[in-house]
Nanobody, 119 residues
């Protein structure tokens, strides 16, 4: 079972930037490049919502409308890493961000990393 660990969260001012990282490990039958990867976010008491997704080869990505043009998802398969570059951060972006690995419609979650946007 793949193990995911997010990092890079922290406190940033409105309009600022952060880059989140997701490190994958613990592969058995498959490699990191076998998994499509996603970022989600979830605030306390709120439903977990989709943020961005990237294909296995990293050659295509999709974004939630709320982050399109501000966030960029990338991956480095050689390093088993996925990133979320977050620019022009807003107060409403304050929440926990989770990475997610998907293969054959089965998903694995990381523990999440806290992002706080505050003036």
């Amino acid at each position: 079972q793949v193990h995911l660990v997010e990092s890079g969260g922290g406190v940033v001012q409105p309009g600022g930037s952060l880059r989140l990282s997701c490190a994958a490990s613990g592969f058995t039958d498959f490699t990191f490049s076998s998994y499509a990867m996603n970022w989600y976010r979830q605030a306390p008491g709120r439903e977990r919502e989709f943020v961005a997704a990237i294909t296995r080869a990293g050659d295509n990505a999709i974004y939630a409308d709320s982050v399109k043009g501000r966030f960029t998802i990338t991956r480095d398969n050689a390093k088993n890493l996925m990133y979320l570059q977050m620019n022009s951060l807003k107060l409403e972006n304050t929440t926990v961000y989770y990475c997610n690995a998907v293969r054959d419609c089965r998903g694995t979650w990381g523990q999440g990393t806290q992002v706080t946007v505050s003036s």
